[in-house]
C-alpha cells in the first residue's frame, strides 16, 4: 500500500511543475491545473510510470517546440504561444489518458488495458509532436498524406519521411518508459504501433478535415491519441486474452 509520504512528494512534484509551466510560460494558468488534474488521473492508472510518461512527452514536447523557433517562424511553419498552452490544449493532448486513468478507478479489474491505453495516448501525442516541430525542420521531401503528392511543409496533412521517422523515435520512448515500469517487451511493440498509427491518423484528419475546416487542431490532437489508446487495447485484447 502507498504511503503518506509518497503521497507527499507527488503532490510537491505535481505542484513545482505546475508553477515551473506557468513561471516560464509553457502553460497558462488554466493549462497548469487542467495538465494537474491529467496527471493525478494518469497516476491512478499507471502509477509513477503514467506520471513520468506524461512528463516525458511534455518534455520533449516543449523541446520540440522550442527547437529553433526562429527558423520555424521563418518557414511559418509555427503558431505563436509566448503565454504557453492553455486548458483545451493540454486536455486534446492529454485528455484520453485521464479518462483511461478515470476508468482504471472506475473498473480497476482492468487496470492493464487503461495503463497500456495511457501509454499509447502519451505515445501517440509525442510521436505527433516530434513529427511536425521537427520534420519541417529536417524533413527533405514533403507530402500529402492523401494524394502521396509532394506538397507545402506545414499544412495540415503533410508528412515527410524524417518528420515519421523522428515520430517512431518518440513513440519507443513513450514504450521503453512503459517497458521500465510494467516489463512485458511485446508492449513495446503495441504502443509504438499504436503511437504511430495515431500519429498518422493525425495528418490524415488534417489532409481531410482540418485543412477543410471541419475539425480545429485540438479536436485532432484528442482523436489522435483516442485513436492510439483504442488500437493498443484492440491489440491486448488479440494478442493477451
Same mark, same amino acid.
Given at each position: 500500500?502507498?504511503?503518506?509520504?509518497?503521497?507527499?512528494?507527488?503532490?510537491?512534484?505535481?505542484?513545482?511543475?505546475?508553477?515551473?509551466?506557468?513561471?516560464?510560460?509553457?502553460?497558462?494558468?488554466?493549462?497548469?491545473?487542467?495538465?494537474?488534474?491529467?496527471?493525478?488521473?494518469?497516476?491512478?492508472?499507471?502509477?509513477? &510510470?503514467?506520471?513520468?510518461?506524461?512528463?516525458?512527452?511534455?518534455?520533449?514536447?516543449?523541446?520540440?517546440?522550442?527547437?529553433?523557433?526562429?527558423?520555424?517562424?521563418?518557414?511559418? &511553419? &509555427?503558431?505563436?504561444?509566448?503565454?504557453?498552452?492553455?486548458?483545451?490544449?493540454?486536455?486534446?493532448?492529454?485528455?484520453?489518458?485521464?479518462?483511461?486513468?478515470?476508468?482504471?478507478?472506475?473498473?480497476?479489474?482492468?487496470?492493464?488495458?487503461?495503463?497500456?491505453?495511457?501509454?499509447?495516448?502519451?505515445?501517440?501525442?509525442?510521436?505527433?509532436?516530434?513529427?511536425?516541430?521537427?520534420?519541417?525542420?529536417?524533413?527533405?521531401?514533403?507530402?500529402?498524406?492523401?494524394?502521396?503528392?509532394?506538397?507545402?511543409?506545414?499544412?495540415?496533412?503533410?508528412?515527410?519521411?524524417?518528420? &515519421?521517422?523522428?515520430?517512431?523515435?518518440?513513440?519507443?520512448?513513450?514504450?521503453?518508459?512503459?517497458?521500465?515500469?510494467?516489463?512485458?517487451?511485446?508492449?513495446?511493440?503495441?504502443?509504438?504501433?499504436?503511437?504511430?498509427?495515431?500519429?498518422?491518423?493525425?495528418?490524415?484528419?488534417?489532409?481531410?478535415?482540418?485543412?477543410?475546416?471541419?475539425?480545429?487542431?485540438?479536436?485532432?490532437?484528442?482523436?489522435?491519441?483516442?485513436?492510439?489508446?483504442?488500437?493498443?487495447?484492440?491489440?491486448?485484447?488479440?494478442?493477451?486474452?
Amino acid at each position: 500500500m502507498i504511503g503518506f509520504n509518497v503521497y507527499f512528494l507527488l503532490a510537491v512534484f505535481l505542484l513545482t511543475g505546475m508553477v515551473c509551466s506557468v513561471w516560464f510560460k509553457k502553460l497558462t494558468a488554466w493549462g497548469a491545473i487542467a495538465g494537474g488534474l491529467c496527471a493525478l488521473l494518469a497516476f491512478a492508472g499507471a502509477g509513477f &510510470t503514467g506520471i513520468g510518461m506524461m512528463t516525458a512527452f511534455f518534455v520533449a514536447g516543449t523541446a520540440a517546440t522550442s527547437w529553433r523557433r526562429a527558423d520555424k517562424k521563418k518557414l511559418e &511553419t &509555427t503558431e505563436a504561444d509566448h503565454a504557453g498552452r492553455n486548458a483545451g490544449q493540454v486536455l486534446a493532448n492529454s485528455g484520453v489518458a485521464a479518462i483511461a486513468g478515470a476508468l482504471a478507478l472506475l473498473f480497476p479489474a482492468y487496470i492493464n488495458w487503461w495503463s497500456l491505453a495511457i501509454a499509447a495516448c502519451f505515445s501517440s501525442a509525442t510521436a505527433d509532436t516530434l513529427a511536425s516541430e521537427l520534420g519541417t525542420l529536417y524533413g527533405q521531401r514533403f507530402y500529402n498524406i492523401i494524394t502521396w503528392k509532394p506538397d507545402q511543409r506545414g499544412l495540415d496533412g503533410v508528412v515527410s519521411l524524417e518528420g &515519421t521517422f523522428l515520430g517512431v523515435l518518440g513513440s519507443v520512448l513513450i514504450a521503453l518508459m512503459y517497458y521500465a515500469g510494467f516489463g512485458g517487451a511485446w508492449y513495446i511493440m503495441i504502443i509504438v504501433v499504436a503511437g504511430t498509427a495515431g500519429n498518422l491518423a493525425d495528418s490524415i484528419l488534417g489532409a481531410v478535415l482540418e485543412r477543410k475546416g471541419f475539425l480545429k487542431n485540438d479536436a485532432v490532437n484528442f482523436l489522435n491519441t483516442l485513436i492510439a489508446a483504442l488500437i493498443a487495447i484492440a491489440l491486448q485484447a488479440i494478442f493477451f486474452s
